[in-house]
């Protein structure tokens, strides 16, 4: 149970309520953003894909049932329901779930492996989701402006560049301050999708009649082809899923369902019903979907809001992205990166300023290539979709190995629901000449250094291993030709069993050794967060000689001297005032026969040099680090 989680289920009054009611309002703001702002496109693409062939009463009917349907199934009962009960010690995400689907017994290397591919396959589409949200979210908002006066149209490229190179430009600054705007904006916007929508359905309230499933099985019956193809534009109003699931570890499980079920979900069905409804009354308004239902008067104050809650829903995403970052630096996915955490109180709240880099020149690339939502909506889809077939496979792993669901029930239930992601996925295949390539484009470059990245850190590590020490036998001989002397030397290293390159350094050139040394390993679990009781083990070797593991979640940030201060409980209390830091600082030199390939081999040289410096990533005062440097042909 995560801690917010705790925190609601302490009181189930008084001060409880109140604190699930401001994580409610909280998770309004950073969870629902994406998902709170498909009305603007969703429902307008799906009647564009269908009215093609069906007369515009059965295409709205349709296209309405269509998305109803998998709102409720995909986001409501798959993630919502089911998925977000599959928390990593409270934290959710595709790196978490894989994470703990990974420990489930009984699994096979072959399926393990998948697990492994998976996870990666499954952050790679997240980047490139996370480049086309704040895109498609921005045009579409700015877009409205055309809806007042055709005047305005020359203005909205340069408006979402402004607001798209602000919002990045501001990262820096962290979030925690505009964040607890977020909460109360995103209940105005809910509660003006709610009332517009209503104030539409009661004009025409046989739109309601839509939630038959049988306008949307008539879909499939008389034009079968028109109707899949319509799913490409149906899972736009279920992108954002993902994010319910991600950010459970910020919010707890609780807070995130109340909100959806009592507020998000009537507020998204209530506007699509509502557009539906404005449909069936002037067809010709199908172009501007989204604000057909809402009166002149209101069309700027709309534009404003939309643009707002299209700001949250980037500002949502990109804090996502730099989550995610964080996750797949601790987990030795991606070379080490400066991560800046930008709030005294919440460890979620991080900021990576090359991914910031990276995403922002990316954001503006595709609105200068696409320059219309509309474009942008060919492109956007594949990449959630994967995703969430990724995660079904993992959550029903973990329903049938440790929930202990009965296989039957298990086959059947996530059969089904990734039955309706794999159909969702092969629609939106079909987007892929007309933009769908660049999301899958994005995810290529990313997983291909990603896996550049594993590969050659392993043949890296082997290396390292077969041209070194055993450290048992540098033990016996540590007294027999060396001079020891004062201080306290901690040498930073991959392996304990092994002596690290900077020892064998610092002896070769000084011709010394510490009177005590600690040789420090840093593992990082596949859980979240470590147990302070739990965060590091000490392994006395004689002759003044430990090693020392520190374990860490792949939430945390890594501090060595804080974590070896801990050390005292276990018999050794280290002066780290005095102590000296090595670390050893590599020169990669290409072998001619590398396991690793030319081109792999080029890639990983040039990620393993652009990473930070040890003594940066690990927090160790600047002042008492010695580096040494050494070359290892790889």
């Known amino acids: 149970m995560s801690s917010a989680e705790q925190a609601t289920s302490d009181n189930s009054h008084g001060p409880g309520q109140r604190r699930n009611a401001m994580l409610m309002l909280g998770a309004l703001g950073v969870v629902f953003g994406d998902i709170g702002t498909s009305p603007l496109y969703a429902l307008r693409e799906t009647v564009h894909a269908t009215t093609a062939i069906y007369a515009n009463h059965a295409a709205v009917m349709g296209s309405l049932c269509l998305i109803f349907w998998s709102v409720i199934a995909v986001v409501t009962i798959k993630y919502v329901t089911l998925i977000m009960r599959a928390d990593n010690d409270g934290e959710g995400g595709v790196l978490a779930l894989a994470a703990l689907a990974h420990r489930s017994p009984g699994l096979s290397r072959g399926v393990k492996s998948i697990i492994g591919v998976g996870a990666g396959v499954g952050l790679a589409l997240f980047y490139g989701d996370g480049m086309l949200t704040p895109a498609i979210t921005v045009l579409s908002a700015v877009e409205g402006l055309t809806v007042e006066s055709k005047a305005f149209e020359p203005l909205v490229l340069p408006l979402a560049l402004i607001i798209l190179i602000g919002l990045f430009a501001l ?24 009332g517009f929508g209503v104030a539409s359905i009661i004009d025409t309230p046989v739109i309601l009649g839509a939630i038959n499933p049988w306008y949307g099985i008539r879909l499939f019956t008389t034009a079968p082809w028109i109707a899949f193809v319509s799913l490409g534009a149906v899972v736009l109003a279920v992108t954002g899923c993902e994010a319910l699931y991600a950010d459970m570890g910020h919010f707890g499980k609780r807070p995130i369902q109340h909100a959806w079920y009592f507020i998000c979900l009537p507020a998204l069905m209530c506007n699509y019903f509502g557009q539906g409804a404005a449909l069936l009354r002037n067809p010709d308004q199908a172009p501007i979907a989204f604000y057909s239902v809402i009166p002149h008067w ?38 080490r990166m400066e991560i800046r955490h930008t709030s005294a109180t919440d460890y979620g709240q991080v900021y990576v300023p090359n991914m910031n880099i990276v995403l922002g020149i990316g954001v503006v690339l595709i609105v200068l290539i696409f320059k219309s939502s509309e474009a942008l909506a060919a492109a956007y889809g594949i990449a959630v979709t994967g995703v969430m077939a990724i995660d079904t496979f993992n959550v029903a792993l973990v329903a049938g190995k440790q929930w202990r669901w009965n296989p039957f029930l298990v086959v059947g239930l996530f059969g089904l629901l990734w039955l309706i992601d794999v159909i969702f996925l092969a629609s939106n295949a079909l ?11 994005i995810a290529f470059c990313v997983f291909l250094m990603m896996d550049t990245w594993r590969k050659g850190r392993r043949v890296h590590l082997e290396k390292v291993r077969s041209e070194s020490l055993p450290l048992n036998l540098f033990v016996e001989r540590a007294d027999k030709s060396t001079t020891r002397v004062a201080g306290l030397g901690v040498f930073l290293a991959s392996r304990t069993d092994v002596v690290p390159g900077s020892l064998l350094h610092n002896l070769k050139h000084n011709k010394v050794l510490h009177e005590r040394v600690v040789i420090c390993n840093v593992m990082v679990e596949d859980t979240p967060l470590v147990p302070a009781a739990k965060r590091i083990e000490v392994d006395k070797l004689g002759k003044g000689i430990y090693t020392v593991k520190v374990h860490h979640g792949f939430f945390e940030t890594p501090d060595v001297p804080k974590a070896l201060e801990d050390a005292r409980r276990f018999g050794l209390a280290l002066d780290l005032d005095t102590a000296t830091f090595f670390i050893g600082r590599e020169t990669l030199v290409p072998d001619q026969r590398s396991e690793l390939g030319h081109w792999r081999n080029w890639l990983y040289r040039h990620m393993a040099g652009a990473a930070l410096s040890p003594a940066r990533f690990y927090q160790l005062p600047p002042n008492r680090v010695v580096e040494l440097g050494s070359q290892i042909t790889i």
């Open 298 to 335: 209101a069309h700027l104050p709309m534009v404003g809001m939309a643009t707002l809650a299209a700001i949250i829903a980037s500002q949502a995403v990109i804090t996502g992205v730099f989550s995610m970052t964080q996750q797949a630096v601790q987990l030795g996915q991606f070379p």
């Open 431 to 441: 987007k892929i000449p007309e933009g769908g390539w660049l999301p899958l484009f």
């Open 171 to 194: 990262q820096s600054r962290g979030t925690h301050r505009i964040g607890r705007i977020f909460g109360p904006v995103m209940v105005v916007w809910f509660a003006a999708l709610t």
